[in-house]
């Protein structure tokens, strides 16, 4: 099972919203309502920020969202702020592995 | 507070077995899924194995089958993964993970632990 794909690296300067995309096949990410989003700051635990593609744990900050289409799913973070500089990497549950998820490769944000 | 504390981690010679445990408190560990998940130095992430919250079903990633188990003591409040037939490419460390809601598995890792290093070297 490949990772998906993220871009590498997405920069935003502070207030600024930016979208990070996640992308895959038909057989994961295209089919799956099962999509996550983590976050992990250098040396820390990640952080799940989205699950099932659009929903918020409670603490996580509304500007956080998730989307899905097609085979692309996607985390905005809108009003950018200095803290939201971190590693973040999807997960999508796929039909051709084994019940787990399969993650992202992952994306540096910088705020500017 | 809700916490996992994993353990167990450690230098091992290629070939040899390690057990890594994960004690749970501060939520009922017996109503949650869990979840070992492992990241390799300066890489990514890579989901391991899950085990439901009664034990009943386990699954994992294909580069383990064969060769880790995971299981749980929900009288203890503990999670395992036992580690054989180690390779240099299972050096990581390695988190254990709670799902997000009770009694379901929706690969959602809510509660993470600090993480055990596993290194596997001759």
């Known amino acids: 099972q490949s990772a998906l794909t993220q871009p590498a690296s997405v920069s935003g300067s502070p207030g600024q919203s930016i979208t990070i995309s996640c992308t895959g096949t038909s057989s994961d990410v295209g089919s799956s309502k099962l999509v996550s989003w983590y976050q992990q700051h250098p040396d820390k635990v990640p952080k799940l920020m989205i699950y099932e593609g659009t929903k918020r744990p409670s603490g996580v900050s509304s500007r956080f969202s998730g989307s899905k289409s097609g085979n692309t799913a996607s985390l905005t973070i809108s009003g950018l702020q200095a803290e939201d500089g971190a590693d973040y990497f999807c997960c999508s549950s796929s039909h051709t592995s084994s019940f787990g998820c399969v993650f992202g490769t992952p994306t540096r944000v910088t705020v500017l | 507070q809700v916490q996992l504390v994993e353990s167990g981690g450690g230098v091992v010679q290629p070939g040899r077995s390690l057990r890594l445990s994960c004690a749970g408190s501060?939520?009922?560990?017996?109503?949650?899924?869990m979840h070992w998940v492992r990241q390799a130095p300066g890489k990514g992430l890579e989901w391991v194995a899950v085990?439901?919250?009664?034990?009943?079903?386990?699954y994992y990633v294909d580069s383990v089958k064969g060769r880790f188990t995971i299981s749980r003591d929900n009288s203890k409040n503990t999670l395992y993964l036992q580690m054989n037939s180690l390779r240099a490419e299972d050096s990581a460390t390695y988190y254990c993970?709670?799902?997000?809601?009770?009694?379901?598995?929706?690969?959602?890792?809510?509660?993470w632990g600090q993480g055990t290093k596993v290194t596997v070297s001759s």
């Open positions: 993970a709670r799902e997000v809601e009770t009694l379901i598995v929706v690969n959602a890792f809510h509660i």
């Open positions: 501060g939520f009922t560990f017996s109503s949650y899924a």
């Open positions: 085990i439901w919250y009664e034990g009943s079903n386990k």
